[in-house]
């Protein structure tokens, strides 16, 4: 699909929110681009502490303040800057038109309220319309997000419902009230492995139906191949690869993209041992000058120690952040592997 | 849980039972005290009527089934009367305090930075005045008679509740169904009354219903110093006053005038009983590590 004629749904402008806390200023998102076009899944795909839930986050200004700001950027939604709206502006934004669905669902619904109540509760704050309305909505929403006997389990306590129902009813009320951007944070990371594709294709069909956009944010390189269009990796606050999904996973171009691939058994290759990145995240405290991959990456030398890469075209609509990404075009073509030995390069 | 879950369990649990009942009694003494014991002055029901002007208790007769106190003051109409009083006391000064202690925990809690440290600071210093001196003072202050008396132990009573709602508020709104209200566009107010409050409640009851008792153990000590009711007021800790003087007897028998003490005594302490079983019945429903 080619999303690039369209106008942009969502476009956010070098996003940078920081955490100011005792131990110092952490940059948990850090200059952040991308579009997400109507229609389209954007995935957003990286390691735990890259910031994905961040800029999910601050799309939705919830970011936790204090400590957390946004420092800078833009978030242009239907010609508003959603970074400049205020808290009241923001309030008919959320839910409405872009809505958030949770990791959790065990403790995403509140305990206390039936399931009907609870997704009633967001149609009669956006929608305006009477219990009696909202109550025949929901039970409509129960339907179609496929819960049998939804008269009966409109009236049921969350701990009445397994996990998949739960998250069932989170996307019955995330959708309740029509939004344009679905932002779903790890919606299947709780659910086991069959709960995983059913939530996953439901989630494909609605999108269909409603017309509505997803950003889908995940650490599952699977659920990326599974729902979306495009593709953001994130790597400490920064996106280092950006492209469609088949030109992703066919051509990966950054060294970090290209060991997340690597890490994961393929079905038609048998290999011994998987690849896997060395080291962890750096310290969103202390990262390091230059490229931020440049502790772990097997191909950091002088420059990548220096200075940051830019997020640049590598070929047309795919952005990729890496000061050596042709000389890895190489060592594919050889059919070498980069991270198993460090000795391969030179 | 649900209300009627904890209800069903509350009067399964035999020590709750034995609460409720108790509870049930005073309630419909409390209700029909104008039948029970008819007033003699229909437009001043609270003061005690007199059986003389003597000094001396007398022991219980027919006429007064459980005798009189100093002054000839009847005991049986004081111990009926003065459960309304032990009620209004209770309802009232736990009530206003527990929702004063709930508004102010959970404005503290959920804003947090320095509207938490300033809201607590003022609860450390309400909590650091001795509470019987602080109501004492008070009292003194406004001047003596119920209504003061209940203003005193409200002033002082709130802190408790409050570093309770606080703790259950900060925990509480770090659950994902409150980021879940938020990203639903609900409002602050809308979160904190329908999310949390709800989600934070069950400790406070529990705490509360054990403090209903004690706020009439603290008004009728109130009574008893002579800073509580006005003397002839039907209040159990006037009628424990009351018998300060007899405690003692007469000289080879201690319990000569037993019913001046023991009747007021076990008045309030079947009171104070009671909401402490429930209290009890109901923690140990509550508490998930028990069931």
């Known amino acids: 699909m080619n999303f690039l004629s369209k106008e942009a749904l969502v476009e956010v402008k070098n996003l940078k929110t920081y955490f100011y806390t005792e131990e110092g200023v952490v940059k948990a998102v850090d200059g952040v681009d991308y579009e997400i076009y109507p ?14 839930s961040v800029t999910s986050l601050s799309i939705m200004r919830l970011v936790e303040s204090p400590p957390g700001r946004i420092e800078a950027g833009e978030i242009n939604f239907q010609g508003k800057d959603l970074t400049k709206l205020s808290e009241k502006e923001m309030r008919k934004i959320r839910g409405n038109d872009i809505s958030m669905i949770f990791q959790e669902p065990m403790t995403s619904l509140n305990p206390v309220y039936t399931v009907g109540d609870q997704i009633m509760e967001a149609i009669m704050l956006h929608k305006g319309v009477d219990r009696k309305e909202a109550r025949r909505q929901a039970v409509d929403m129960l339907q179609k997000v496929g819960i049998p006997l939804p008269e009966q389990r409109v009236d049921e306590y969350p701990h009445q419902l397994s996990g998949g129902m739960r998250q069932r009813v989170m996307i019955a009320m995330a959708l309740s009230c029509d939004p344009q951007l679905l932002i779903a944070d790890e919606p299947t990371t709780a659910l086991d492995v069959t709960i995983q594709a059913q939530i996953l294709e439901l989630m494909n069909s609605l999108k269909e139906s409603y017309g509505m956009s997803i950003m889908m944010i995940t650490h599952d390189l699977g659920v990326i191949a599974e729902v979306s269009d495009r593709v953001a990796v994130m790597y400490a606050g920064k996106v280092v690869e950006y492209t469609d999904v088949d030109t992703l996973f066919e051509d990966p171009k950054h060294p970090y993209t290209w060991g997340l691939m690597n890490s994961i058994p393929k079905l038609d290759k048998d290999v011994d041992r998987l690849e896997a990145i060395p080291g962890s995240v750096p310290s969103p405290l202390n990262f390091p000058e230059g490229c931020k991959f440049n502790t772990r990456c097997p191909l950091a030398e002088g420059k990548c120690f220096d200075v940051e890469p830019p997020l640049e075209n590598a070929t047309e609509g795919h952005k990729v952040r890496c000061w050596r990404y042709k000389d890895l075009e190489k060592i594919k073509e050889r059919g070498e592997r980069i991270y198993e030995d460090r000795g391969v390069l030179d | ?24 009694f005073f309630i419909v003494v409390a209700v029909f005290a104008p039948w029970i014991a008819p007033p003699r002055d229909a437009d001043e029901p609270y003061l005690i009527p007199r059986g003389g002007w003597a000094i001396q208790p007398q022991p219980p007769s027919e006429e007064y089934i459980f005798g009189t106190t100093e002054g000839q003051y009847d005991i049986f109409y004081g111990i009926v009367w003065g459960t309304r009083t032990a ?22 809690a959920y804003y947090g930075g320095w509207i938490d440290e300033v809201i607590m600071r003022i609860t450390d210093v309400f909590m650091s005045i001795p509470f019987i001196i602080a109501t004492i003072v008070l009292v003194t202050i406004l001047g003596q008679g119920i209504t003061n008396v209940m203003i005193a132990l409200i002033t002082f009573s709130w802190m408790s509740t409050a570093r309770l709602m606080r703790s259950q508020v900060l925990s509480v709104k770090e659950d994902e169904f409150v980021q879940a209200a938020l990203a639903l566009g609900a409002n602050d107010f809308r979160i904190i009354f329908r999310h949390i409050i709800l989600n934070t409640i069950f400790p406070v009851v529990i705490q509360a219903s054990m403090r209903m008792g004690s706020m009439v153990i603290t008004a009728s000590t109130l009574s008893f110093l002579g800073v509580g009711a006005p003397e002839g007021y039907a209040d159990w800790g006037q009628m424990i006053s009351f018998a300060r003087n007899w405690i003692l007897g007469v000289e080879g028998d201690p319990l000569h005038y037993w019913y001046t003490l023991v009747i007021p005594g076990v008045a309030i302490t079947l009171f104070c009983l009671s909401w402490n079983l429930i209290g009890d019945a109901f923690r140990d429903i509550l508490d998930p590590k028990l069931n």
């Open chain 2, 1 to 24: 849980m649900e209300w009627q879950e904890v209800l069903k369990r509350l009067l399964q649990n035999k020590i709750s039972l034995l609460g409720i009942l108790i509870i049930l």
């Open chain 1, 39 to 52: 229609g389209e899944t954007l995935g957003i795909v990286g390691e735990s502490g890259c910031g994905k």
């Open chain 2, 87 to 108: 009620f209004r006391i209770g309802l009232i000064v736990v009530g206003i305090s527990s929702s004063i202690g709930i508004i102010v925990g959970t404005i503290a």
